[in-house]
């Protein structure tokens, strides 16, 4: 069954430290790819997309993703993080032949300051 | 504003005693869904809707239904609620062909099932 996983479940970073944050795919053809946020207490927000073009994704709050497709990735990248970074992120990926959106089991960051 | 909302936003039930929860979004999109998110699970596709009258399951449908009289508003029902159904729900909504388009979140249920 086509999938989308993320390695990294909780991640602890202290201010300013460079994040990445895993993200694979399971099917090979024509993707689509999201990164969504989720603030604590609130409701997912598209963070980045891509549909084609540069494989190099930036979105909002200096986050960016780069699409590799030898390795079926998306990984989500910051230079320096932010306290107010601290939240849940998740990947997804429409599925390749129903109209379902699947997402990843999650990443939650917490930034101390 | 655009925007989907949800009612309500928190709901402690007992087992068995049918409970709707109301969604509607103000943007005109077609394809509508629920989801359910748990730790360790992520979010998880209950139901989904292409456009009016049109419905599927998703990959944990069971104990839901869904109805789409409207364009606007995508009620998810639960019959007959039980514990396993405790969880935190959002709604969705994008335009045209769905998945492949933003998803715009609804602010979410937290339900309880005792």
């Known amino acids: 069954a086509q999938s989308v996983s993320q390695h990294n479940h909780h991640v602890i970073l202290s201010e300013a430290a460079s994040l990445e944050l895993g993200c694979n795919y399971s099917?090979?053809?024509?993707?689509?790819l999201f990164w969504y946020v989720q603030y604590p207490g609130q409701h997912l927000q598209l963070l980045l997309k891509?549909?084609?073009?540069?494989?190099l994704v930036k979105g909002i709050k200096g986050f960016e993703a780069e699409f590799i497709k030898s390795k079926f990735s998306f990984n989500l990248r910051k230079p320096s993080v932010q306290w107010s970074d601290t939240a849940e992120y998740f990947c997804?990926?429409?599925?390749?032949?129903?109209?379902?959106?699947?997402f990843g089991t999650g990443t939650r960051l917490q930034v101390f300051p | 504003e655009a925007q989907v909302t949800q009612n309500p936003r928190y709901l402690i039930t007992v087992t068995g005693k049918k409970l709707t929860v109301t969604c509607s979004q103000n943007?005109?999109?077609?394809?509508m869904s629920w989801y359910r998110q748990d730790p360790g699970l992520g979010l998880r596709q209950i139901y989904y809707?292409?456009?009016?009258?049109?419905?599927d399951k998703g990959d944990v449908p069971e104990g839901y239904k869904v109805s789409r009289k409207e364009k606007r508003n995508f009620p998810l029902i639960l019959e007959s609620p039980s514990p396993n159904q405790t969880s935190l729900y959002f709604c969705?909504?994008?335009?045209?062909?769905?998945?492949?388009?933003?998803?715009?979140f609804g602010p979410g249920t937290r339900l309880t099932v005792l």
């Open positions: 969705a909504s994008s335009s045209g062909t769905g998945v492949r388009l933003e998803q715009f």
């Open positions: 099917y090979g053809g024509t993707v689509n």
């Open positions: 891509y549909f084609s073009g540069d494989p």
């Open positions: 997804a990926v429409p599925s390749y032949n129903t109209d379902k959106l699947i």
């Open positions: 943007m005109n999109h077609e394809y």
């Open positions: 809707s292409m456009n009016v009258e049109v419905t």
